[in-house]
């Protein structure tokens, strides 16, 4: 099932209902490594940018603009667009390097005609979605690529999923029970073992990485 783009007469909108997230979370990276991951997300097929501003369906493509490396405690937002299959649908890209290091990529509710957004009580719906899956398919094939660069410690995905915090997990039980109950996540086997869990109950995707299929 292809994803089915909104129409919409007030551009804005493209960019309202909350976003679908691929976060990926670092554990203290060192020397250039900031650099060599974000030029990695830059130079990946699947993505145009960074643009000078948001990206709307239908719209001239902004002009491109220079890649930039948030400071130490600095975070920073840059447009793009992400290609999942036909269709191209605008993001912004979060970088945060300050209580914590992680990369945020966030497809607003929007921008689709047959997703819908999630709700306190089910954060993250349509799991059985075809266009949804496609979304996500996207999204896991890039962590993958990126992972290979230099190694997230965990990449979640999800409807306003956020940046899971491995510190959370081993001090937080029920942190720790929701994130496995949910899965839709990338984990290393170091992470895992930090948390008591016995990383081969998990398909193993890369050397030292698992996956935990989504629940629901």
Known sequence: MQIQLAQHTDPVEYWEGGNFELNMSYEMLQGDDWKRVIEALWANES?????????????????????????????????????????????????????????????????????????????????????????????????????????????SLGWNRECQLLAELTFEEDALKNFLSTGNSLITDKALKACKVDPTSYEEMLPGLRWLAPTG
Do not use: W
């Open 47 to 155: 993505i145009v940018g960074p643009l000078v501003s948001r990206f709307v369906p239908g719209q001239e493509i902004p002009e491109t603009h220079a890649i930039e490396i948030p400071e130490p405690t600095a975070a920073l937002t840059q447009h793009g667009i992400l290609h999942v299959g036909e269709q191209a649908i605008g993001i912004d890209v979060l970088i945060t390097r300050s209580l914590f290091e992680c990369i945020t990529l966030m497809a607003p509710v929007g921008m689709f005609a047959n997703l819908t957004a999630g709700s306190k009580s089910n954060p993250y719906p349509l799991n059985d979605n075809p266009a949804r899956q496609s979304l996500e398919k996207t999204y896991r094939e890039l962590a993958l690529t990126l992972f290979k660069v230099v190694p997230f410690s965990i990449a």
